[in-house]
């Protein structure tokens, strides 16, 4: 069986795309350039490492972490996205017709989701400007996430700050920077964070 393949589309187009949506809503974006292929190949590469199932991407802007996935080895159908942004929701059914594109607000992302999915996710990729929302919807989304990934499962958030945007304590969660891009434009981290219960149990 064939599997469909994201359709091309230029990185300008893709930029010009991300500055529109940047210009009506600045605060939800998180940066003014969608990520570099630099950032995006080094997610795509951890999302695809050992893990087998369901993959949960929030807040994909143009797509360009999903098609590093794809190019790592995660097969297109195994991608569930939920973008909030309609431009950009459109955007990613046009470039990746094989996956679940889902418009819906991560603060009720467990009642957006397939039903059989929740609490199934072993991997989820956040793509989502965490540290610029008000605290109750972080908090919100951060709830979510946990409630919809597996007790195995793995959270990636990447960061334009040198520090944890989590608190490990506050969510029961172990951080650990696995990444440093500093090709990135502005240069980013990667942090990984598992249940902090599952995480002690493996370092024992």
């Known amino acids: 069986m064939q599997h469909p393949k994201p359709a091309k589309r230029s990185r300008l ?5 991300f500055l529109k949506q940047v210009i009506r809503n600045p605060r939800a974006m998180g940066s003014i350039v969608p990520s570099t292929r630099y950032l995006s190949r080094v997610i795509g590469r951890l999302a ?7 993959v949960l991407e929030i ?13 790592a080895g995660i097969a297109v159908e195994q991608l569930h996205i939920v973008e909030l942004n309609p431009g950009l929701c459109r955007h990613l059914r046009q470039q990746f017709p094989g996956a679940t594109v889902i418009a819906a607000d991560a603060t009720r992302l467990s009642a957006s989701l397939p039903p059989e999915t929740v609490g199934k996710y072993r991997m989820v990729v956040s793509g989502l400007p965490l540290v610029n929302m008000p605290r109750e919807a972080s908090e919100a989304i951060i709830g979510e996430i946990k409630r919809c990934m597996a007790a195995d499962g793995r959270l990636l958030q990447f960061t334009y700050l040198p520090f944890s945007p989590l608190s490990e304590s506050r969510h029961a969660l172990r951080a650990r920077r696995i ?19 599952l995480a002690l149990e493996e370092s024992l």
């Open 48 to 54: 695809a490492a050992g893990l087998h199932g369901p």
């Open 13 to 17: 187009s893709e930029h010009a795309l």
């Open 179 to 197: 990444a440093w891009v500093l090709r990135n434009v502005p240069p980013a981290t990667v942090w990984q964070y598992q249940n902090a219960g």
């Open 59 to 71: 807040g994909a802007g143009t797509g360009s972490v999903t098609r590093a996935m794809i190019n």
